[in-house]
């Protein structure tokens, strides 16, 4: 497995060994061991979760103020652009984000340790995501960090400026970070 340290080194971006002929390809998604090999960390994941979306639906910036979750996030079918926000205020990257491309040609994975919220916008016509995470989901404790937030100046690949992500309310009631809970 090859690591490579994101714009913000907390947060690792993954390339799995992938085995591939006439047939198709095989890979390990997950193995504990080559995982903690590669990144020094050892990470007890808990829950896995699977979604589908269609093109520019933006999900995020979620994250549990309570319960933080690590997520190891990956795409089988489709790309998204994902995003992870530093909310740590001792940390020298807090409000800063990071993206990085991630489709299910190459395979390729995203770590995002706790105390960062997340979110993505669907490039494709349908994309499947599936994250591990290290906690299990609070909703009571789940916070929203506004996507658009103009402090975060986050450049949303969304083609024309004129097209609006498709959002949930809960996403378009996000909290801009001057008024965000964070992590100390």
């Known amino acids: ?15 799995p ?49 309570r319960q933080p979750q690590g997520k190891l996030v990956r795409v089988t079918a489709g790309e998204i652009w994902d995003v992870a926000v530093d909310l740590r205020r001792a940390s020298p990257s807090f409000g800063r984000w990071t993206a990085t491309m991630l489709d ?6 995203l770590w995002i340790p706790p105390g960062f919220a997340h979110g993505f916008v669907v490039l494709s016509e349908q ?10 989901y609070a909703p009571e404790h789940e916070r929203t960090l506004l996507w658009n937030d103009a402090a975060l100046a986050i450049p949303w690949p969304l083609g024309d400026p004129a097209v609006q992500p498709t959002l949930t309310d809960k996403d378009r009631r996000g909290k801009p970070l001057a008024e965000a809970e964070t992590y100390p």
């Open 127 to 136: 994309a499947e995501v599936l994250y591990k995470s290290t906690d299990y």
């Open 17 to 65: 060994e992938v085995f591939g002929d006439a047939r198709g390809f095989f890979y390990e998604s997950y193995n504990r061991k080559t995982f903690a090999q590669a990144t020094g960390l050892n990470v007890d994941f808990v829950q896995d979760n699977h979604s589908r979306s269609s093109k520019n639906v933006l999900r995020g910036l979620h994250y549990q103020i």
């Open 104 to 109: 299910g040609a190459s395979h390729r994975m």
């Open 1 to 15: 497995m090859k690591v490579e340290c994101a714009s913000i080194p907390d947060v690792l971006v993954l390339e």
